[in-house]
């Protein structure tokens, strides 16, 4: 099957600072990825499409200046948590697909402290 | 929005056991997806099915898309299949843009 890798697997962040998360799809192109977010013992959240070349959609309640994403490339979309608070820690992943099947990234758990 | 409920939530068996999961879904979906998330979080595709059956192995998925449900099947259960199995669901124009249900959390003794 595809490829999707996520970049890093795990950070751990200062109250405040800003984080960087990396999805790339490894043997394929993607026009569009999505990112969720996962809390502890509960499913997966919807988060945002991140389109490339263009403003990425966010679901409701998801603020947009708090979660920063850039799809630059047709490989490469990139999540930014800003000013990241400790109600922020979670799991993000990352998904894309080459076809009608969705590929996951191995996700990213972020601690903030 | 869509709702996707999966039943039961937690589900204890012994190796060997067989065992029925449940996804419920409230609007017509054009996309759905079984997945079982592993305990460190990577999420592993077992089935593509927006309609029909199909079988890997020991498991197997029917879904019937004119009643908004799918089963999820595992057959002669193993330890190896505990953690949590997810049914996901997309609709619209968007293909692979999904919707979780909450999971079905497996744990299979020896």
């Known amino acids: 099957g595809a490829v999707v890798s996520q970049h890093p697997s795990w950070v751990i962040c200062k109250s405040g600072t800003s984080v960087k998360i990396e999805c790339r799809s490894l043997?394929?192109?993607?026009?569009?990825m999505f990112w969720y977010r996962q809390f502890p013992k509960q499913s997966l959240m919807l988060m945002a499409t991140?389109?490339?070349?263009?403003?990425?959609?966010?679901e409701q309640g998801v603020e947009k200046d708090k979660f920063l994403i850039n799809h630059a490339s047709l490989t490469l979309s990139t999540l930014t948590v800003t000013s990241a608070h400790p109600e922020d820690s979670s799991f993000y992943i990352c998904?894309?697909?080459?076809?009608?099947?969705?590929?996951f990234g191995q996700g990213t758990r972020l601690t903030v402290v | 929005g869509i709702q996707v409920e999966q039943s039961p939530p937690d589900l204890i068996l012994q190796e060997g056991a067989n065992s029925t999961l449940r996804c419920n879904f409230s609007?017509?979906?054009?996309?759905l997806q079984w997945f079982h998330q592993n305990p460190w979080g990577q999420l592993i595709n077992l089935f593509y099915i927006p309609s029909g059956t199909k079988q890997n192995g020991r498991l197997s998925a029917t879904t019937v898309a004119t009643e908004r449900y799918s089963l999820l099947y595992i057959s002669s259960s193993q330890t190896t299949d505990s953690g949590v199995y997810f049914c996901a669901v997309a609709l619209g124009d968007n293909f692979n843009k999904f919707y979780f249900g909450s999971g079905t959390k497996l744990n299979v003794k020896p």
């Open positions: 043997d394929f192109q993607a026009t569009t």
């Open positions: 998904s894309a697909s080459p076809m009608e099947i969705a590929f």
């Open positions: 609007d017509s979906v054009n996309n």
């Open positions: 991140s389109n490339e070349g263009s403003k990425a959609t966010y």
